[in-house]
């Protein structure tokens, strides 16, 4: 119990107390004293749980000892509101010492106004490299790859390389391979370091490159680009444009990032929760959920309209009144589960037209199996509390017809709609409810009239 309710954070009340005081007090070098032990992740923390006024000033205070890495940790509606209310100029010179690919993330957000303004203020070469960034299509490879890399040409030999790697001022902090390209830059293999290291001096690199790299092109989505580096194992590819030149490079800290992010995105499509952050404000995110909640209301009068045909037959006999939700709510349960595995499995590319059937088939069987168990068990509650078995058959009837048809379309319904180009995680949640309300409505209330003679 104790491990379960620790807390990991590092940033407690005292050191956000004394954060705070430090921003009031405009005592600069006590706040410096404070952030400089911290790392990137903790600082944004730190940042989210001061109030907006106190975000800007606190970077403001810190001035060049303020790593705006920490940025890149933040909701994107916190880091947006910071960069707003600072100078171009702030921003540019922060924007300097990161990654391109961190850079991007923090410009991308931003209204068109803002960052061309932040980026007239960078050096030529940094903005040429990350509005070409910028020009690739959002959660694309181009958008989140470095264009820091170590590219050497392939006649060098492996002392040359060497020798440069030690003499270079220009060179990446951390990087685990170098490119070997030719004189337009396309490219042609790559060599680990550690293969480097423990090559000859005067063997000549393409002796010891790997001649067929994985490459992910610029366009290419993000998504795709993390099921590569998962399917091959990669700790990082290099990224190209439409004529197989070299442009950027992908890591695996970036991937984890796209991994978690899509991960994310599924799961709140599956609850039509929209793309709101926790740090948004009660409006945004009433905006962001109530359209599917007003389509949801749409057809749920469907579901009333099949009751109403039967009103006669609930007047007859208030038990089915007492009993329906409880086919609903299985069927319901039932359709999410198959629903759920299916969105995911096509998410990760592996449901295709081969297996598809056998998927299908999969679940029907698994809904078969346990809405016969689940329709035994509610059978008997249901005939012993009504003192009616014949009731207890019609509603285990019910609900086996209930579960399979859920399981059913909780598989085909998200194919389906991923095979008409919708989103399957989005839309399918709203149908499939649709479909097993009306469903169990009407097998239960159509059983019961016709098993009853109340029809």
């Keep these: 119990m104790a491990e379960a309710e620790r807390d990991d954070t590092i940033i407690d009340e005292t050191l956000q107390e004394a954060a705070r005081a430090y921003v009031a007090a405009s005592e600069v070098a006590a706040l410096a004293a404070l952030v400089e032990p911290l790392h990137e992740a903790d600082v944004a923390e730190l940042l989210a749980r001061l109030e907006p006024e106190e975000r800007v000033r606190f970077v403001q205070l810190l001035g060049e000892a303020f790593d705006f ?20 100029q702030t921003v540019a010179d922060g924007l300097a010492g990161l990654e391109s690919d961190d850079a991007v993330y923090i410009l991308e957000d931003l209204p068109d106004d803002q960052s061309e303004a932040i980026l007239a203020q960078l050096p030529f070469a940094m903005r040429h490299r990350l509005k070409r960034s910028l020009d690739f299509p959002e959660e694309s490879a181009g958008r989140r790859m470095q264009t820091d890399f170590v590219a050497m040409p392939p006649f060098w030999t492996v002392g040359q390389v060497i020798d440069t790697l030690r003499e270079e001022d220009g060179l990446p902090d951390e990087f685990t391979e170098i490119f070997v390209v030719d004189a337009a830059f396309r490219l042609l293999g790559t060599v680990p370091l550690d293969r480097l290291l423990r090559a000859q001096r005067p063997v000549k690199i393409t002796e010891i490159m790997n001649g067929e790299p994985r490459t992910i092109a610029a366009q290419e989505d993000q ?8 399917r091959y194992d990669l700790l990082s590819a290099a990224v190209v444009d439409e004529g197989d030149r070299l442009v950027g490079i992908l890591t695996i800290d970036d991937i984890v990032d796209v991994i978690q992010s899509e991960a994310e995105e599924d799961i709140r499509a599956l609850a039509g929760a929209g793309d709101a952050e926790l740090s948004d404000g009660p409006l945004y995110v009433a905006r962001s959920r109530i359209p599917w909640l007003m389509i949801n209301m749409a057809t749920a ?6 009751i109403a045909v ?3 037959t609930i007047e007859a006999m208030v038990a089915l009144a007492i009993l329906m939700p409880v086919v609903t709510a299985l069927g319901g349960n039932a359709g999410i589960q198959a629903m759920t595995v299916t969105v995911r499995a096509i998410s990760q590319r592996e449901i295709n037209r ?31 509390w009504f003192a009616n078995l014949e009731l207890g058959g019609v509603i285990a009837t019910a609900i086996v017809v209930n579960i399979v048809c859920a399981g059913l379309f909780g598989a085909t319904l998200p194919m389906l709609l991923d095979r008409l180009g919708a989103d399957p995680a989005v839309a399918s949640s709203v149908f499939l409810t649709t479909l097993t309300d009306v469903i169990g409505f009407f097998a239960f209330l159509a059983l019961a009239g016709w098993w009853f003679g109340l029809l």
């Design 354 to 384: 081969r297996n598809a059937v056998r998927v299908t088939v999969r679940e029907l069987a698994v809904a078969l199996i346990n809405g016969t168990a689940v329709a035994i068990a509610v059978g008997i509650v249901a005939g012993v």
């Design 301 to 306: 009068f469907l579901a009333s309209g099949v």
């Design 69 to 88: 890495t920490a940025l890149t940790e933040l909701d994107e509606p916190v880091r947006v509101q910071i960069l707003s209310e600072l100078a171009p």
């Design 223 to 230: 998504e795709e680009a993390a099921r590569v580096f998962q």
């Design 310 to 312: 039967f009103d006669g």
